[in-house]
């Protein structure tokens, strides 16, 4: 496992917890109940201690269809926004989980489990020596994007908030790419040099890399308002945008072009 996610840029969602005197919190749930199942039996190893809490970054059936394997006296804690999308489009998400990863990865057993407590802000979670500090600095990829920090260990979830190390770039699923880049430099403000930050999916990264992601939603915009300045037909504006200095992300081709582009320029 170890040597995959050093050889690949972009790996399957990540998820961790945070043991304290009195009990762990868990962040993300995974897509289905075999991996939240693994998740709760790594606890076991480290740990007889009750799971008291579950965080969800986001409502992206990766991060959080494994939740109705925890046990029922554990509190599920999302941003409001993550709650509302979990309790009002669960089964549309889940039809669409199915159809990216197919019809026999577990999602199909999967029932929305949405959040016990909500948090708009920040919140701080005392677990016995160990505290974890819960942050919504913006969006990024979703309404809901939460941070979690674990401050003894200097450690953040923060989900896909960013995707993996560079050379991954920003998903701009939802569009709003100025918004996000005010949320990434942020980010970068709150953290500091020896933060270990933990992607929603590949390796762990540190402060500086978070700099290629700022970079990137930079120039793309920045290539988008000169294309729409100068009134510049489809065709013409996508390649203005190519940013092949990109290309080695594994993801360049699908995600710049069909997904970021489209999203900065708008309907051609």
């Known amino acids: 496992m170890a040597s995959d996610v050093d050889d690949t840029d972009h790996t399957a969602t990540n998820a961790g917890f945070a043991v304290g005197d009195s009990g762990v919190l868990v962040v993300e749930s995974l897509s289905n109940g075999r991996l939240a199942s693994q998740i709760i039996g790594e606890v076991r190893k480290a740990t007889p201690l009750p799971i008291r809490f579950l965080v969800n970054t986001s409502f992206h059936g990766d991060h959080c269809f494994g939740n109705f394997v925890f046990p029922a006296q554990t509190v599920i804690i999302h941003h409001e926004a993550t709650k509302r999308v979990i309790d009002e489009r669960f089964e549309q998400d889940r039809a669409f989980m199915i159809d990216l990863l197919g019809a026999n990865a577990g999602i199909e057993e999967a029932v929305a489990r949405s959040a016990d ?148 320029l708008g309907p051609q």
Request: proline share 5%; glycine share 6%; charged share 25%.
């Open 117 to 264: 407590v909500t948090v708009t802000g920040s919140c701080s979670l005392d677990l016995g020596g160990k505290h974890v500090d819960i942050e919504h600095i913006g969006y990024a990829q979703t309404d809901g994007d939460l941070v979690v920090r674990m401050r003894e260990d200097n450690i953040a979830f923060v989900g896909n908030m960013l995707q993996a190390p560079p050379p991954a770039f920003p998903w701009l699923l939802e569009g709003r790419a100025d918004e996000a880049l005010a949320t990434y430099r942020r980010l970068h403000d709150i953290l500091d040099d020896d933060t270990l930050i933990v992607p929603g999916h590949g390796r762990t990264m540190r402060r500086a890399d978070i700099l290629h992601s700022i970079a990137y939603l930079q120039k793309l915009i920045s290539l988008a308002r000169d294309a729409q300045d100068n009134k510049l037909p489809a065709d013409q504006a996508r390649e203005a945008l190519a940013m092949k200095e990109y290309s080695d992300y594994s993801m360049y081709e699908f995600i710049h072009f069909q997904v970021n582009i489209p999203a900065v």
